[in-house]
Every structure is written in structure tokens, then in C-alpha cells.
């Protein structure tokens, strides 16, 4: 079957990928977090018999919360052992954060949680979040099969705090119909940026209200995380290794942010002022817009709507493929080492092999393990929805933020001058040093 996920399970899943609804609350809730005192959060959930019961808040909803609980009841039917309890928490995926935020100040804490990508670094300043270290050099973990974009994205202070649950990526959509009426090629795996500002261009038409390409342009991170391959690809970073400074303050970001400038002097980018982008995946589903960066999470919608689409990797400068992943984890909490230890196992088994192409083909994700995306159910399920093979292969060259709990004072200054890049409001060399000025001022303060 193609991709079709309910409704209410792909807002989730776009917002898991960019993770703006839930920066700024990461941001505020260092203090509090880092406040608490250790200890257990209940009991040692051990039963006389030996039998462990573990609590698990995945915040999903529909295909996934049905997906989850079909996995769980086969693990425990393995697994005499394991008791898992697991619900949503209460709460969908985009309001975990909050939850978990007030279930470690009052000590009653699950054993697992879905924690969106760019929060753990936050939530981990807890000491009521587990470390994994001495799980992950296990041989029967594979702890090297997950990509490595997913593996960074739980990783904090060099250390695993949980386990990838969820990893997309960026490649680029086209709408075959847009192409074909401006008479313009369509695009290949091995296009440069330069391409794609002089396609954009092309397909350019004011008259019939058809725009090159979309861009969000409300300043959020679904605005800002888009430019990150193209900053890696011009050599520079998000931040230094000391997390002190940002890292594209040379011609990596001049290059990136000029880029993004010249597609808004050509006015052939539609600049989606609105949270959430909605309008810009409209206007190319209605046939109006040649091309948008985009992840899996948006094929369904394309497929609903029966648009003539395909897609392609993102461009580059220098000819290497580089891409952004928006992996999410589920974080493991501290509630002794029974429970810890029974976490890491049901998670082991939640992450591998059959059970990795079940959730990733039936909750509408991407593979978390290299073996996965080899496999022959994931081939199969791959053949069945256009495109979905090319972000699969940019799995294999994806790169994800950096997890750190200053990460917010990098991304608020950029967004802003992305912002300024596509309306044409100031040079990109301005727009540059502001940027830089601003998010090492706040980096300098901690």
C-alpha cells in the first residue's frame, strides 16, 4: 500500500521532523530540569516473581499508537518477563516536552518517552535520564546499524540517553506538470544550487500565478533547518565543539544565505509566512509550484491529491550529497536498573529487524537501521510510493543538529535573517554578521 497515514498522525510527524513547536519551551525549561533532585521516580517496579513492569509515553495517535501497540503485545508474548505499559501519556507528541517537563519535577517519571530530536539535550540535563553507555557497546544491540544521523540525535555529551524512534530527511519534490508546461528539464540527482536558482527561475511565471519553488518564511525552524545542508555543504557548521560559537560565520553561510537571497530577487520563491507551511504545499499541489524541499511525511498529501510528482535529492555546491535528518528518540529514564535494563531490551526489540519495518512502513517514517533498509519488506514497501526510495538512500549521507541545549539562540538569529534573504530586506553579508553577532552573544551567556 502507499503511504497513507491519518490526518492527525502526519501533523505530528511534521512537526517531529522540524521540531519548532517545541524549541522554545526546551529553551525555558533548563532551570526547572536541571533542578531536579535524583532518585527513583516510583517504585522498582519489580514483582516477586521477577516479573519487571516498565511505563512508556509515546504520544502517538491512530496508525501509530495502533502500530505501537501491536509491537508492544509481541514483545510481551516473548517477553513473560517485561510488562510494558504504554499509552499516549495523556498527550500527543507535540505537548511531550511540557509533560515530562512537570513528571520529573514531581518524581513520577515513565521509563520511556518520545522526545522530540532538538529537546533532548534539555531534557538530559535532568539526572533522572538514564545513560546508556554500557548498553550500546553491547554486540547484540548493533548499536553501529543505525544511521548515524539517528544514533547523534540521542546521543548527548558523547553518551547514548535513549534510542532513536523516528528519522526523516530533506529531498527535493517536483511537480512534473509545472515542468512540462514551462518546457524546462526536470531535475537530476546531480544538480548544483546554481541549477536550482536558474530552474526556480525558469518555471517562474507571475502571470499564471506559478512560483519556482516555497521556502517558509516565518522566522521558526521548519525556516531555519532547511539551510543547514547547505551551509555543511560549503564546508562550514552549525557550531564550534565547544558549542561557543557558531561555525558559518565565513563563506559557508555568505554562500548559503546568498543563495537563498538571489531565488528572492528573482521573486521565484513563494515565502510562506504562515506556522506550519501549509500554504506552500497547497500551492504545489494545486499545480502552481515547480519545486519544494520536503520529507516523506509530505507523500501521502501528494498522493491524496493525485499530484504528478517526483523527487530527487537536494542540490549541491561541491557534488557531494549531503542532506538534514530530524530524527526523534525515545528517552530513557532512570527508575532503577530493573527497569532500565528491561527499557533498553524492549527498545532493542522495538528498533530491529521485522519490527523497524513495521513501525517504519506503517506509521509513514523512514528506516532506523542500516539492515532495515536492505531488507525485503522494506524494498517492497519502498517500490509502492514515488520517491520514497530516494529519501531512503539519503539516509546513508544525513547529518542532524547538534545536541546541545543552546541550540534555540543559534536557530532564532538565523531564522531571522533567512527571512530577510527572501523577502531581498538587507545584503547577505548583513544579514550574516547580525546573525552571527546576535547567537554568539547569547552562546557567550550560557
Known sequence: MPLNEPETSLISRRSLLRGGLSLTAAAGAGPLLSACSGGSGSSDGVAADGTVTITMWHGQADQGKATLDKLVADFQRRNRKIKVNASSGGVLADSMLQKITTALSSGQYPDIAYIFGPDIASVARSPQVAHLGKFTKEPSLRWDDFYPAARDAVTVDGEARGFPALVDNLCVAYNKKVFK?????????????????????????????????????????????????????????????????????????????????????????????KPGSETMYQ???????????????????????????????????????????????????????????????????????????????????????????????WR???????????????LGYARTRPTIPTYPKISQPLGQAIVKMLLDKATPQDALDEAVQTANAALATG
Open 181 to 273: 508546461a514551462a518546457g524546462v528539464p526536470e531535475p537530476t540527482a546531480s544538480w548544483s544550487w546554481d541549477d536550482f536558482v536558474a530552474t526556480a527561475r525558469s518555471l517562474t511565471n507571475p502571470s499564471q500565478g506559478v512560483f519556482g519553488t516555497g521556502w517558509p518564511a516565518d522566522g521558526g525552524e521548519d525556516c531555519v533547518w532547511r539551510i543547514y545542508p547547505m551551509i555543511w555543504d560549503a564546508g562550514g557548521d552549525i557550531v564550534n565543539k565547544d558549542g561557543t560559537k557558531v561555525a558559518f560565520d565565513g563563506d559557508s553561510g555568505l554562500q548559503a544565505l546568498t543563495t537563498i537571497n538571489q531565488l528572492g530577487k528573482d521573486k521565484s520563491v513563494y515565502p510562506d509566512t
Open 283 to 377: 500551492i504545489f499541489s494545486n499545480n502552481k509550484m515547480g519545486m519544494v524541499a520536503t520529507g516523506p511525511w509530505q507523500l501521502p498529501d501528494f498522493v491524496d491529491n493525485k499530484t504528478e510528482y517526483g523527487v530527487v535529492p537536494l542540490p549541491t555546491y561541491n557534488g557531494n550529497p549531503v542532506t538534514i535528518a530530524g530524527p526523534d528518540t525515545w528517552t530513557v529514564f532512570d527508575n532503577g536498573s530493573a527497569r532500565v535494563e528491561a527499557a533498553v531490551k524492549f527498545l532493542t526489540f522495538l528498533t530491529n529487524g521485522a519490527q523497524d519495518v513495521q513501525w517504519a512502513s506503517q506509521a509513514g517514517s523512514l528506516p532506523l537501521r542500516n539492515s532495515t533498509a536492505e531488507s525485503a519488506g
Open 380 to 394: 517492497k514497501h519502498v517500490s509502492s510510493t514515488t520517491g520514497l526510495d530516494v529519501f531512503s538512500q539519503a
